[in-house]
């Protein structure tokens, strides 16, 4: 089994993906999902193959990806805006610039820059440290402004502002084509305060270090509106005095999704979870809800906690389908969601099981996904608009 007609790849890195064995039986089966997975690291715009030799000699598979004609750097522009219409707007947008096969091994560097309600830069080594790509250690360095609401009641009383400068390392292992794990040492400057309005929550400028965990798994058929799969992501922190931080505290989130279609009908069920594990995690690091298709009903970020549930199921239906230059299609669908937030700032009033409501059209363009919804809940009603994912 040879790989031929590579010039920035790496062979070598491509024939660890392929599980075709010499001396075996070769099946197309085998040797299309050899192929997938080779297409599948997004270096290649085709790929074929092809059996070499006489048939009373040795034989020869030839693989033949065809490298792409644009590259190996990219440049990607993204938009995200959420509105709920009652004063609450978030709007970002987003340019990554990435390179790729920076050395045999596969090295990536990847930075990026936002600007709006989120501004950030961030920028990662992505380094692998074997043929096969298993291994990796990936250095970073972030630096970025976030800016939410805080709520009493519908009530919107201050701004709450919080920047954050960051620098960590991780390593990792690739899992196939399921996910990733990863695991590492993050440091962080952080001040945070109240930018306008009433002073419910404090101001502090201060340090926090420990180790951070993160597992990320995907196996659905699309990246918006999936029609079949699931996934789960899940990442852990734990902020020590040991390890260089201010303070000692604990951060937990969960978050998982099925997808099942039945003919042109889809349900789309998501639960997540957040704990601070009963530590005294500061206000900057609480859960938020509230917005487009995270309790539709009510205000962008409405409401705030060191604890949280939430479940979502979605029906959709594409009703028309889109040329694939333009997207994938026009949804129709609705959704129900619960959620119960606890273990808010001493100076917030405490909440518990809220529920909400929607029902949206949708589309997923070479944009990405966009909705535009009525959400209801006990009393109260929303129009939302949403460019991204929820």
Do not use: C
Not at 141 to 147: E, H, K, N, Q
Not at 267 to 296: C, H, I, K, Q
Not at 345 to 355: D, H, K, M, N
């Amino acid at each position: 089994i040879r790989v031929e007609g590579l010039d920035r790849t790496n062979p070598a890195v491509v024939e660890t993906l392929v599980e075709s064995e010499p001396g075996q039986p070769l099946t197309e089966a085998k040797v299309a999902t050899d192929l997938r997975r080779i297409f599948g690291t997004g270096d290649y715009e085709a790929i074929s193959y092809r059996v070499a030799g006489g048939a009373e000699g040795p034989r020869a598979m030839l693989i033949e990806p065809v490298e792409k004609s644009w590259g190996p750097d990219y440049l990607r522009f993204g938009l995200a805006l959420a509105s709920d219409f009652a004063g609450d707007n978030q709007f970002n947008v987003r340019a990554q610039y990435r390179r790729t096969w920076l050395n045999s091994l596969g090295a990536e560097w990847v930075s990026e820059v936002q600007v709006g309600q989120h501004a950030f830069f961030g920028t990662e080594w992505y380094q692998p440290l074997n043929v096969a790509g298993q291994w990796f250690v990936a250095p970073s360095f972030d630096a970025g402004v976030r800016t939410r609401g805080v709520f009493i009641d519908q009530d919107k009383v201050a701004d709450y502002r919080t920047t954050v400068i960051e620098g960590g390392i991780d390593g990792g292992a690739r899992l196939g084509t399921w996910g990733e794990l990863r695991v590492g040492y993050v440091r962080s400057n952080v001040h945070a305060r109240v930018d306008t309005g009433s002073t419910l929550l404090p101001s502090v400028r201060e340090t926090t270090a420990g180790l951070r965990a993160a597992l990320f798994i995907d196996q659905t058929d699309q990246a918006w509106f999936p029609r079949e799969g699931y996934g789960a992501v899940g990442t852990a922190y734990r902020a020590t005095t040991g390890l260089g931080s201010d303070l000692t505290y604990s951060r937990v989130e969960l978050a998982g999704r099925v997808a099942k279609s039945w003919g042109p009908h889809t349900l789309n069920l998501a639960v997540s979870g957040g704990t601070a594990l009963d530590s005294d995690m500061p206000a900057y690091e609480s859960f938020t809800l509230g917005g487009p298709l995270r309790l539709s009903a009510y205000r962008l970020d409405q409401f705030a906690g060191r604890q949280y549930a939430f479940s979502r199921l979605v029906y959709y239906n594409r009703t028309i389908r889109l040329p694939e230059l333009l997207g994938s299609g026009v949804f129709v669908g609705g959704s129900a969601e619960v959620a119960r937030i606890t273990d808010r700032s001493e100076r917030l009033p405490p909440i518990g099981t809220v529920w909400s409501a929607s029902t949206f059209l949708a589309a997923v363009t070479f944009l990405g996904p966009g909705y535009l919804g009525v959400g209801v809940g006990p009393g109260r009603w929303s129009l939302y608009l949403l460019l991204g994912a929820p």
